[in-house]
C-alpha cells in the first residue's frame, strides 16, 4: 500500500517543521515546501533517516500569485497525490497599517490567506473522490480575539482561515476530509526574531508558551478528530474563552493597555 503524502508550506521551520516531523512519524511521506533550500534539504534528510519518510522539497515564494498551481503541478506531474495539506507559511509585518506600503500587505494577504485557499481549491476535489483528506490551516489565537493596533492584518488573516476552516470543515462532513484551523498562542520559534520582537515577547511568563513540538502534536490530533478550531494548551484556551464572554469595548482597552508587551504599533 503506498503511503500518503502530506504538503506542508513554510516547512523550513517552526511550527511548520514540527508538524512535518509529527506527520512523518506517523507514517507519511512529505512534500516540504518554502523559500529556504538547504533548510527543506536537511529536513528532508532528517526525516528519512528517523521515520523512512520518502520526501520531496520544493521550493516556493508564496508571494507569487503562480506558486500553489506550481506546487501542485509539480507533485502531480511527477506522480505524486497529496492527501494532506497544511497550510503554515506565513510571518508578520509590524507597525501601523500605514507603516508598511500597499504593496507590503498585498503580498502579506497572497501568503496568509489567497495561497492557502487557492491549495485547498486545487487539491479537496481529488481528496473528496479518494474520501480520505486532511487539511490543517494554522491560524492563530490571534484570530479568535479583538484586533490590536500594530497587526492591523494578521488577526484578520487569521480570523479569516478559522471561519473557512469552520464553514470547510462542515461541508466535508461526509466527505472523509478533515479540516482543521490550529490556534496556537505565543511559541518558541524564531517568527519573533525575524519580526524583531524577541526582546519585547521575553519578558513574558513562561505560562504562556509552548514549544512547536507540543502545538503540532495537539494539532494533529485535533485534526484526526476532526475538531473544527483547535487551540493549543490551557492557557490559550481560557483566553480565548475569556475574550467570548467579556465585551468588546473591555476586550480592546486590554489589549491597547498589554500590547506594548508583544507588538510595535507605530
Known amino acids: ?28 511521506d512529505l512534500a516540504l515546501s518554502a523559500r529556504r533550500e538547504d533548510r527543506l534539504k536537511a529536513l528532508a534528510q532528517e526525516l528519512n533517516d528517523t521515520w523512512g519518510a520518502q520526501c520531496h522539497t520544493i521550493v516556493a515564494d508564496l508571494t507569487d500569485p503562480n506558486a500553489p498551481q506550481r506546487i ?6 511527477d506522480g505524486h497525490h497529496v492527501d494532506a495539506l497544511v497550510n503554515n507559511a506565513g510571518y508578520g509585518l509590524q507597525g501601523g497599517y500605514l507603516a508598511s506600503s500597499w504593496r507590503e500587505h498585498a503580498a502579506f494577504m497572497q501568503v ?3 495561497a492557502p485557499l487557492e491549495l485547498i481549491h486545487l487539491l479537496l476535489p481529488a481528496m473528496q473522490a479518494r474520501g480520505f483528506g486532511r487539511i490543517m490551516n494554522v491560524a492563530s489565537l490571534a484570530g479568535l480575539l479583538p484586533g490590536v493596533q500594530g497587526a492591523t492584518l ?14 470547510l470543515n462542515l461541508e466535508n462532513a461526509t466527505t472523509g ?3 482543521s484551523a490550529l490556534c496556537p498562542g ?9 519580526n524583531g520582537m524577541r526582546d519585547q515577547v521575553s519578558t513574558l511568563p513562561n505560562w504562556l508558551w509552548q514549544d512547536a513540538k507540543t502545538v503540532a502534536q495537539l494539532g494533529y490530533e485535533g485534526l484526526e478528530s476532526n475538531h473544527a478550531i483547535v487551540v493549543s494548551g490551557t492557557a490559550n484556551k481560557a483566553i480565548a474563552g475569556l475574550s467570548k464572554l467579556i465585551p ?14 508583544f507588538r510595535r504599533s507605530d
Open 72 to 77: 501542485v503541478q509539480w507533485l502531480y506531474t
Open 177 to 179: 476530509v478533515h479540516v
Open 112 to 114: 496568509m490567506v489567497t
Open 186 to 194: 505565543f511559541t518558541f520559534t524564531e517568527f519573533h526574531d525575524v
Open 1 to 28: 500500500m503506498a503511503r500518503r503524502i502530506c504538503l506542508v508550506t513554510g516547512a523550513s521551520a517552526g511550527i511548520g517543521q514540527a508538524i512535518a516531523r509529527v506527520f512523518a512519524e506517523r507514517g507519511y
Open 154 to 167: 494578521y488577526g484578520a488573516a487569521k480570523a479569516f482561515l478559522i471561519k473557512t476552516s469552520q464553514a
Open 248 to 261: 468588546d469595548t473591555l476586550a480592546l482597552s486590554l489589549m491597547k493597555t498589554q500590547l506594548h508587551k
